[in-house]
C-alpha cells in the first residue's frame, strides 16, 4: 500500500470520526469563555498531507522519514477569538484541559518582519473522543490546536490562498511586499483593539 492510500484509508476510517468528536469536546469546553468567535477542527486533507510528507530539511533531506507517526497536524483544531488579551486568556484553558507536547508563539524572524502569527500547540488526542469501534492502531498520538485574534485567522486564510496553491507560479518580491505591509496592518489593527480593551476596562 502507498503512503497516500495508507493516508487516505486512516483519514477516512479514523481521523474524520475523531476530528467530529473532538471539534464538538472543545466547543463543550470552552462554551463559557467569552469572545470566542468559532472553533473548528479538520481532518488534513489527503493532497496537503502529501505535499507535507516532501518537505525537506536545511541539509535537503527528507524532513519525515515515517510521514504517518510524525506529522502531528493530521487532526487541526482552531479557536478564533477577538483580542490578543483573549489569546493569553484561552491559554490557560487549553493547558487547563490538556497534555500539551509542545507549543509555541509563530512570530516573524525579525522585528523588521511581518508575516504569519498565531499560537500553536501539539496536545495529546484525549482518550474520550475515540470511539471503542476505531482502530487505535491507526489513531496518531497528538493534534495541533492553534489559537489566533481575528485579525491573525484572517490574514492567515487570505494568505495562504494566495501563496499555497500547487502547481502556481511563485509569488513575485512585490506581491510578498504586499502581503507583508497586510500582515502589518492585521498586526496594528491587533494593537490597537488591544490598547482599547485595556483603556475601557481601566
Request: proline share 4%.
Amino acid at each position: 500500500m502507498t503512503l497516500e492510500d495508507a493516508y487516505r484509508e486512516r483519514r477516512e476510517e479514523v481521523l474524520i470520526p475523531i476530528t467530529v468528536a473532538l471539534e464538538a469536546h472543545v466547543i463543550e469546553l470552552f462554551k463559557d469563555e467569552p469572545r470566542i468567535d468559532r472553533i473548528v477542527a479538520r481532518a488534513k486533507k489527503v493532497c496537503s498531507f502529501m505535499k507535507k510528507s516532501e518537505n525537506l530539511d536545511e541539509k535537503g533531506n527528507k524532513k519525515y522519514t515515517e510521514p504517518l507517526i510524525q506529522i502531528q497536524d493530521q487532526i487541526g483544531v482552531r479557536i478564533v477569538t477577538f483580542y490578543l488579551s483573549d489569546v493569553e486568556r484561552l491559554d490557560q484553558v487549553v493547558l487547563k484541559y490538556f497534555r500539551a507536547i509542545e507549543f509555541k508563539t509563530v512570530v516573524p524572524d525579525s522585528e523588521w518582519e511581518f508575516g504569519y502569527f498565531g499560537r500553536h500547540y501539539i496536545l495529546v488526542i484525549p482518550p474520550d473522543v475515540i470511539d471503542d469501534g476505531v482502530n487505535k492502531d491507526m489513531v496518531p498520538p497528538f493534534f495541533e490546536l492553534q489559537l489566533k485574534t481575528l485579525f491573525q485567522h484572517a490574514w492567515s486564510e487570505a494568505e495562504h490562498d494566495l501563496g499555497y496553491k500547487p502547481g502556481e507560479r511563485e509569488l513575485t518580491s512585490d506581491q510578498k511586499r504586499r502581503l507583508a505591509f497586510s500582515s502589518a496592518q492585521a498586526w496594528g489593527a491587533d494593537q490597537v483593539f488591544l490598547q482599547l480593551i485595556h483603556e475601557r476596562s481601566e
